[in-house]
């Protein structure tokens, strides 16, 4: 393995660690290398702290290597931001020690870097080397790239259903499901682990209004340890009644309504229009609201929509091959659908869809 992408690779799984602190940041990692030997590493560990190459300076300074920071190289996993944001621009740190080669896996497509970080390292003598691991340094960072040149969340439909295609049983008459008609649980605890984890991991989750009348989930995190996403429901005419554990506050909640804007401690009513379609401005606030990623967990018509829109990217259907019901609401049809990985985890099947866009 070339020496490069050997650091580099090192640089992402650092960059991993930041996974659900840092959004709407990207994760980064850094390296810094003397003469083979790494002097100090570091990670973005948290939005609005520290990025990943002051972190790895003060490691190489904490670890007495201050003198050798002026002949190293700094490997980063993503381009150097030349900007003033909630940290001072990490290309004038790297001048300012005098680093003299900094190599890249990719550039940034946040519109106030993009470059930038690039031009000012070469303008200050800084030998610049671009693209080492790239392609795996945009995957890592999927959502920030798809929410700075796409202008919307990254999209991750999730669901789970019996052998014979189902996803829930009839609908109860009227409302919310009694103690004697209880939510049919179709995945196991291993696989519900899973989801929470897969919650920590996203800025938002969403869900529709009979999810939310019939379930009345919590939609927070629970069995994993990480921050619970932003929680994002759509209830048009806002008939979803207050008791509800969505209502609760103890997580930040956005609800897409056609009938008020207004914003009450944790509790945001977003207004869209009735007479306009629905899912473009969902997308368009989101983006407003700087979610970079979203969890849809349901129901299958909002599952749908995004399907049918070819708006997603991700989809994770967990099947239970050995629970039928034989009738009840079936689960969504996915399209356009490219099968990337299968995973057995032991009564489930976890199947990962990537969206293919058809080529005209």
Known sequence: MHPHWYYMQRCLELARLGAGHVAPNPMVGAVLVHEGKII????????????AEVNAVGQAIQNGQAEKISQSTLYV????????????????????HKIPKVVIACRDPFEQVNGKGIEKLKAAGVEVELGILEKEAVELNKRF???HQQQRP?????WAETGDGFIAPPSPAGGIRDSHS???LISNEYSNRLVHKWRSEEAGIMIGTNTALLDDPSLTVRSWAGP?????VLDMNLRLPASLKVFNKEVKTVVFNAVKQQEEDNLLYYQVNKKESLLPQVLKALYELKIQSVLVEGGARLLQSFIDAGCWNEARVIRNDQFNIGKGLRGPQLANAILKEETTITTDTLRIFYYQKNEV
């Open 40 to 51: 100090g590493e570091g990670w973005h560990r948290k939005y609005g702290e520290a990025h």
């Open 77 to 96: 996993s993503l381009e150097p931001c030349a900007h003033f944001g909630k940290t001072p621009p990490c290309a004038d740190l790297i001048i300012r």
């Open 145 to 147: 790239f798809t929410f």
């Open 154 to 158: 990254y999209i991750i439909l999730k």
């Open 182 to 184: 209880k939510r049919l």
């Open 228 to 232: 619970s996403p932003v929680r994002l």
